[in-house]
DNA sequence: GTTGAAGCGGAGGTCTGCCTCCGTTACAGT
DNA sequence: ACTGTAACGGAGGCAGACCTCCGCTTCAAC
């Protein structure tokens, strides 16, 4: 276990309760409402959350007291995780450490169709959020650009939006979404001279 | 007015009733409900949509017996617009005309946020969309694929998504929509030899 | 102008989700 | 083992959306 430098694991770790059955089903509604938000977005039901989590839903209410709350724990958790893969790309070639890490990005945010709406949200901890991808990710994109793999006339806002429009698009299936990441990552790449 | 190709065109005239006060509520609807789903996304409240046309629930269970055939009805209006438009720039240089079509598809389509799951829909509807859109823009990406301009291993279903995604994601202000829409034409380019 | 049919609208029944409240249960410190 | 307290869970009240039904209104064909 590493040090966290990231915003977000703070909050992350702080959450969790300390009694053996609150941290119990602390995890179970984490769990249950990924499914959840995977299946239905950022809407889906409280109480069939709570369902699913096997567990009361004066329980979910007593641990996330909005459902603003759960989707940012649920969140955070993601970026969280995000954020460790990208120091363990951080010794490849500037340009293929870049892409791998967006390309799990899109792999494996499972919370995709609700992603657009927390890209804007101005909370603390959408704040955290945002804060600890632009310290996890700029740097490999700034290498990138540095290395002369990357043009300099986007920034890396631009380039996590497009990959989170990407991210959040139905596709045929992975392959084609795979396609489509890799032509618009090409044009992220510096023209040939 | 010219002819109407489009398989959708049909399907859009043939909806609108021909008793005046009908086609006055019919209308009102349409433009309700375009502006409440450009809000709120497909889930918009039928209730509020009637309110907003000014007329009652039932008139508009009357005109759509779900709320699928209203956004069908509204979406399909959308197509219909942008199918005459990609007739328009059909003069233009191959790469120039397709862009041009493709940045007109983010900026007016209003229904952004329910695109996504319009591309997946299997109903006569939609597919009479989708069948339009490649007879529309299919030409302008081959023109541009022959052309050369176009890189040929992607097809137009996967540069559609790709729009589509990007169209329906959140972005700072326009400007920053346009450069990444740019950033990514940029990937679908024929990379200099 | 008459008249029949097409169209109108909203009251109201139903369903589903949100959230609170409080009697019961399970943990952990002594 | 005992006990105070933190946590549990689900009944139930509330809000809002869906959709039907039917008495009233408006159109347009004759």
Redesign the pocket.
């Known amino acids: 276990m590493t040090a966290q430098p990231f915003p977000v694991s703070e909050i992350v770790a702080a959450q969790r309760?300390?009694?053996?059955?609150?941290?119990?089903?602390?995890d179970a509604l984490i769990t249950a409402a990924r499914e959840a938000f995977a299946e239905h977005g950022a809407?889906?039901?409280?109480?069939?959350?709570?369902r699913r989590a096997?567990?009361?839903?004066?329980?979910l209410?007593?641990?996330f007291?909005?459902?603003r709350h759960l989707f940012e724990s649920v969140y955070a958790g993601e970026v969280n995780d995000l954020c460790r893969v990208a120091g363990q790309v951080a010794d490849r070639e500037p340009w293929e450490a870049l892409t791998s890490w967006l390309h799990r990005f899109v792999d494996y945010t499972v919370t995709k169709r609700a992603i657009r709406e927390a890209m804007d949200d101005e909370s603390d901890i959408f704040l955290a959020c945002r804060e600890s991808m632009y310290q996890a990710g700029g740097p490999l994109f700034e290498r990138a650009q540095k290395a002369g793999a990357a043009r300099t006339d986007l920034n890396f806002d631009d380039l996590l939006r497009m990959v989170a429009g990407i991210t959040a698009t139905n596709f045929l299936d992975d392959a084609q979404r795979d396609r489509v990441l890799g032509v618009a990552l090409d044009g992220v790449r510096t023209p040939a001279v």
Chains 1, 2 share one sequence.
């Open positions: 309760p300390h009694r053996k059955d609150a941290a119990r089903n602390y809407e889906a039901s409280l109480e069939d959350i709570a096997g567990v009361g839903i004066g329980t209410y007593r641990n007291p909005t459902r």
